[in-house]
C-alpha cells in the first residue's frame, strides 16, 4: 500500500520524513517536529495550500528548529517523485529559505546539513536586516514582543516583500479572552521548556491586527487554525497589494519608538 495514498495518508507520510529528519540531529526536535506536525494544523494549511509558490525566497521570522524549511524539503521531494497529491497547491520546489532565530539551542536542532536550499542564521529579527523575498512567514512569534516592536517588524517585512508578495502571520485573536489567554499560555509554558524562559507576551484583537495590516498596504484574507485545539488561532494570509516601498509609520506608538531608538546616547 502507498503511505503517501490520499491527502491524510500524505500528510502522515510527509511528517514521518520530516521526524527522520530531526532524529538523526536530536531525539527531542523529531519528537517535537511529530507533535506539532500532527496537532497544529497550520504547517498543513500552508502546504496543502500551495502558500509557497515554486521558485519562491522564503523568510521565516523565528524559525525554532528549522520545521518550515524541513517541510518544505520534503515537499519538494514528494513532487520531485511524483507523490505530491493532484488536489493540493503546488509543493515549493526550488525555493530558498532563510531562517532567522534567536535561540541557538533551537537552531542547534536544525538538521543544517540536509537542507541544502535553506540558510539558517542566530539572529535578533528586531536588529537585523531582512532581504528581499516572496514570502515572510511568521508563525506565532509577534507576542513575545511588544506592540512597538511587532509593527516595526511588520513595517520591515512588508519593505522586503517583492511585488504580489505574501506574509504568512500566524497570530492569536484578543477578542476572545479566556481561549486567546489559553493559547498563549501553552506558548510561554512551551517556550520555557525548550530553555527560552517564561517572556511575557503582547496580543492583539483581529480587528487590530487587520488595521495595522490595512495601514501597511496588505491585502489580507483571514483564516480560522485552530484544528480540533480550544485556541483563538489565526492565519492572515497578507498579500502586497501595491508596488510602492512602504514608508510611513503604521502607529504612533511605532514612531515614537523608533525615534527614542536613534536618540538613545551611544
Known sequence: MNAWAGADGHWRALVTCVSD???AVDSHAARFASSKLKRDPVFRHVFEHGLIPPGATVLDLGCGQGLLACCAAVAADAQQRGVW??????????????????????????PAGRLAAARFVLADM???????????ACIDTLHYMPLCEQDEVLLR?????????????????????LRWRLGLL???I???????????????TLEAWLAVLTRLDF???????????????????ARAAGRRKTTFWPSD??????????????
Open 21 to 23: 529528519a530531526y532524529r
Open 85 to 110: 497529491p493532484a488536489a493540493w497547491g503546488p509543493a515549493p520546489t526550488d525555493t530558498r529559505i532563510i531562517g532567522l532565530e534567536l535561540s541557538p539551542r533551537q537552531l542547534r536542532r536544525a
Open 126 to 136: 528586531r536588529h537585523v536586516d531582512f532581504p528581499p523575498c516572496d514570502v515572510v
Open 157 to 177: 517585512a512588508r519593505n522586503a516583500l517583492r511585488a504580489g508578495g505574501v506574509l504568512l502571520l500566524r497570530v492569536n485573536d484578543a477578542s476572545a479572552p
Open 186 to 188: 501553552i506558548d510561554r
Open 190 to 204: 512551551t517556550r520555557a521548556a525548550q530553555g527560552s524562559g517564561f517572556e511575557p507576551v503582547h496580543g492583539r
Open 219 to 237: 491585502e489580507v484574507e483571514c483564516r480560522p487554525m485552530d484544528g480540533r485545539l480550544p485556541f483563538a488561532n489565526l492565519l492572515l494570509v
Open 253 to 266: 506608538e511605532l514612531r515614537d519608538h523608533l525615534l527614542s531608538r536613534q536618540l538613545r546616547p551611544g
